[in-house]
């Protein structure tokens, strides 16, 4: 399976664990920043491909815990009580919602 041959290039669970950490440690070790900018850069196009394959493998036990990881960091972020600005680079879109 396609997943599990090319997991070591896979860049989306990591990012997900990386911003989940970015995440708490800002809640908790950085108090007195109230706003935080987001910016996201990169290819479109790599973007829709991912979201083509987590959709196409959606019952595999990797993406599920890959699309579980993006959920839980949107989660966490979403109940963040902190100004939350997000820059897009032009042309750039963010990828559809996981399932």
């Not at 987590?54 to 839980?72: F, I, M, Q, S």
Request: proline share 1%.
């Amino acid at each position: 399976m396609q997943i599990r041959r090319r997991q070591h290039e896979r860049h989306d669970r990591a990012a997900a664990f990386q911003l989940d950490d970015a995440i708490l440690n800002l809640r908790t070790n950085e108090l007195e920043v109230g706003s935080w900018v987001l910016k996201t850069q990169g290819d479109a196009g790599l973007v829709i491909k991912m979201d083509e394959v987590l959709a196409r493998l959606k019952d595999h036990w990797l993406v599920k815990e890959t699309t579980g990881a993006l959920r839980r960091t949107r989660a966490r972020l979403d109940a963040t009580s902190r100004s939350l600005i997000a820059l897009v680079d032009a042309g750039y879109r963010t990828g559809s919602d996981c399932p």
